[in-house]
T-cell receptor, first 113, second 116 residues
Framework: QKEVEQDPGPLSVPEGAIVSLNCTYS??????FMWYRQYSRKGPELLMY????GNKEDGRFTAQVDKSSKYISLFIRDSQPSDSATYLC?????????????FGRGTSLIVHP | EPEVTQTPSHQVTQMGQEVILRCVPI?????FYWYRQILGQKVEFLVS????????KSEIFDDQFSVERPDGSNFTLKIRSTKLEDSAMYFC??????????????FGPGTRLTVT
């Protein structure tokens, strides 16, 4: 079983839609959960991070972590064409383990006007 | 806004040749990383570097790879004898902190390495 699973998509939505992006993982030692946005031919850009379980909101973005299900989500409200990019989830362990993130494959999101 | 820069943007080399990929991290950052991303696959960690030495490396980072900070600004990744399977996008990243805050990594735009 792969450590971090993420559907590559593409996910195509109309402008203004609520987008849900998800990852599952197998390593219960992961404590830090990150979402990166990667535009074509660019490096990943950190969007949000959460520690352990719970929700975190930043503007139109909400990150959720459900450690009991080993499932994380990123919601984008009022999606815009400029949100079109690949979204990578990443996660790392806390103390006693490596802090180096393990990435998912990324989900390609297309928001059409 | 400060950013990580990488050169060249695209490097084509023949199998067996040595390549050096260059990165200029953000100036007040202390921790440096190299990642690679084979086309269509995940971003994979290669190596982290702090205080002029490797702090962690993955199993990918074998004897063919080396890193160096030759001066106060550049951070380089050298591949001694390239193989076809080294073809990938190579990302440099830097971070002001380590440990639980190492998620705060800033990535460069990448160098696309093509080995023929």
């Amino acid at each position: 079983q792969k450590e971090v699973e993420q559907d590559p998509g593409p996910l195509s939505v109309p402008e203004g839609a609520i987008v849900s992006l998800n990852c599952t993982y197998s390593n219960s030692a992961f404590q830090y959960f990150m979402w990166y946005r990667q535009y074509s031919r660019k490096g990943p850009e950190l969007l949000m991070y959460t520690y352990s379980s719970g929700n975190k909101e930043d503007g139109r973005f909400t990150a959720q972590v459900d450690k009991s299900s080993k499932y994380i989500s990123l919601f984008i409200r009022d999606s815009q064409p400029s949100d079109s990019a690949t979204y990578l989830c990443a996660m790392s362990q806390a103390s006693g383990g490596s802090y180096i993130p393990t990435f998912g494959r990324g989900t390609s999101l297309i928001v059409h006007p | 806004e400060p950013e990580v820069t990488q050169t060249p943007s695209h490097q084509v080399t023949q199998m067996g040749q040595e390549v050096i990929l260059r990165c200029v991290p953000i100036s007040n950052h202390l921790y440096f990383y190299w990642y690679r991303q084979i086309l269509g696959q995940k971003v994979e960690f290669l190596v982290s570097f702090y205080n002029n030495e490797i702090s962690e490396k993955s199993e990918i980072f074998d004897d063919q790879f080396s890193v160096e900070r030759p001066d106060g600004s550049n951070f380089t990744l050298k591949i001694r004898s390239t193989k076809l399977e080294d073809s990938a996008m190579y990302f440099c990243a830097s971070s002001p902190k380590d440990g639980f805050s190492s998620y705060e990594q800033y990535f460069g735009p990448g160098t696309r390495l093509t080995v023929t």
